[in-house]
């Protein structure tokens, strides 16, 4: 599989012809690990929260949306837009505590299907199979917009960046949680670590904090605020592996499924290990960004 340039790069001429093959192929993961991820980790495919360590890995992955809706500051019946919404579970949460009006845009129609079948009680969300770059969002239409795990999976940073600074109103906020390199990193942990993750999790080469931080800079947004969760959201794959040690240990059906074909993207026990490694050695971070 061909990665995509870094994101401080220029695009090379057949740009557009490569990323309709990364769009193919990060809709075919998601599609065929579809079943595995909700079995596995539920409705919030995204990392956990930990703030005092003693939360469930259920609350831990509301209280990280919460996290991102929070840092929002939206008003009720708040326009919104969740670039890479998984099942739309953060999205639902902005409705039912905001009234929110949510656009959520996926590659994946198995995580559409799913979405579509929750039941919403006020506001209102549209899940979309649809690229970011084709949303059409008018100028100044969206009071807020997120990207909550999705915009390690985009090459173009600086031009969804210029997406977001033109469909978000002045005064308005755009957060993104996501993955990122470590500033220095060994060319062990770089070649073992984290360009295997990118290649096996169909992402883009993962940004630095200070190369994120001047994208958004360079557009025209003020930095709201900056965190590092590392250390807060790390706990996600020590729970993740050991779901999945008894998980195999106790049910043939997930052999059958991760070696016998039912998945196509089926290494995701290597690469979570690969993660959980990762992020011990501090090759890996987590980065919490708000802009406005």
């Known amino acids: 599989m061909l990665l995509p340039a870094r994101a401080d790069s220029p695009l090379p001429p057949d740009a557009g012809v490569l990323e309709s093959a990364r769009n193919t192929a990060i809709a075919s993961h998601y599609n065929s690990l579809d079943w595995f991820y909700r079995d596995l980790w539920g409705e919030h495919v995204h990392h956990g929260l930990w703030l ?99 915009l390690e ?37 770089q070649r073992h670590l984290l360009d295997a993750i990118c290649h096996e999790g169909r992402l883009a080469p993962l940004a630095t904090f200070p190369e994120l931080r001047r994208t958004f800079a360079e557009v025209g947004f003020t930095e709201v605020g900056v965190e590092d969760l590392s250390r807060q959201v790390r706990k996600t794959w020590a729970v993740v592996l050991r779901r999945l040690v008894w998980r195999l240990a106790t049910r043939p059906a997930y052999w059958r499924f991760l070696l016998g074909g039912g998945a196509r993207d089926g290494i995701f026990a290597l690469t979570a290990a690969r993660i959980a490694l990762a992020y011990r050695t501090g090759c890996f971070r987590y980065g919490f960004f708000v802009w406005e």
């Open 153 to 189: 999976h985009i090459a173009a940073k600086a031009d969804f960046a210029r997406m977001a600074r033109r469909a978000v109103r002045p005064g308005g906020r755009v957060v993104v949680a996501t993955w990122l390199a470590a500033e220095n990193v060994s060319r062990w942990s």
């Open 52 to 150: 005092s360590g003693r939360e469930s890995p259920a609350v831990a992955g509301e209280q990280l949306s919460r996290h991102v809706l929070a840092a929002l500051a939206l008003a009720p019946g708040a326009r919104l837009a969740d670039v890479g919404c998984g099942y739309g579970a953060t999205a639902r949460m902005a409705t039912e505590r905001f009234g929110a009006d949510v656009v959520g845009l996926t590659l994946s129609a198995s995580q559409k299907a799913h979405a579509d079948m929750q039941v919403v009680r006020r506001g209102k969300v549209e899940i979309r199979v649809q690229d970011w770059k084709e949303a059409g969002f008018a100028d100044g239409s969206l009071d807020g917009l997120f990207a909550l795990e999705s």
